[in-house]
């Protein structure tokens, strides 16, 4: 099992520009959330999901937005990108019966210039 | 005041040494924590687990809660230079995933 993948990771936009964070994962979990990770600030979650078609907010979404059409997949999408968006972004997934128990990707460093 | 702080380090020690990481907290009502190891340029991976207060041990890891106190501790005996990452704590109401609040992480140095 690959667990969580995370593409790219890396990425350096320009203020405005918008672009796609893709996340996959092989361990059919039905869980998947977005947390972004900020010097001094811990994980904050952005977005999540409890399953395909059902996406819900987290603690920071604004700017941001997520579909979960398929259960592997769980794509972030930057609307335009502001410099306030420089950070890591982790994916992770995890199952309803234990869900406090969640798998992180390795995580995409993004800077918005 | 945030909700979870933690002391962000860095924390150095020499190979062989007991290590105390701590966090404290605001909200009375946590009663579900955990704590995360995450190596450098790596995302988190789920260390120890607790419920309420007390003590849990696996190996040479111990993770301790005093609700009355709202602080946590991790300790790592015989640390080791593969320990050297940074330590984050979690914490939640309830046991969803999606709900528990991270402190900020304590970067640890083992030393050879």
């Known amino acids: 099992n690959a667990g969580v993948t995370q593409t790219p990771k890396f990425q350096v936009l320009k203020t405005g520009q918008s672009m796609t964070l893709q996340c996959a994962q092989d361990m059919n979990h039905e869980y998947m959330s977005w947390y972004r990770q900020d010097p001094g600030m811990g994980l904050r979650l952005i977005h999540y999901s409890v399953g395909a078609g059902i996406t819900d907010q987290g603690e920071v979404p604004n700017g941001y937005n997520v579909s979960r059409s398929t259960t592997e997949d769980f794509p972030l999408r930057l609307l335009s990108a502001a410099p306030s968006q420089t950070s890591v972004y982790f994916c992770?997934?995890?199952?309803?019966?234990?869900?406090?128990?969640?798998?992180f990707g390795p995580g995409t460093r993004l800077t918005v210039t | 005041q945030k909700e979870v702080e933690q002391d962000p380090g860095p924390l150095s020690v020499p190979e062989g040494a007991i290590v105390s990481l701590n966090c404290t907290y605001s909200n009375s009502a946590f009663q579900y924590f955990m704590w995360y190891r995450q190596y450098s340029r790596k995302g988190p991976e789920l260390l120890m687990y607790?419920?309420?207060?007390g003590n849990k041990e696996d190996g040479r890891f111990t993770a301790q809660v005093d609700k009355s106190s709202k602080y946590i501790s991790l300790f790592i005996r015989d640390s080791q230079p593969s320990d050297s990452a940074t330590y984050l704590c979690a914490m939640s109401v309830d046991n969803y995933g999606q709900n528990f609040v991270f402190g900020p992480g304590t970067r640890l140095s083992v030393l050879p």
């Open positions: 992770a997934s995890t199952t309803p019966a234990v869900s406090y128990e969640q798998y």
């Open positions: 607790t419920y309420s207060s």
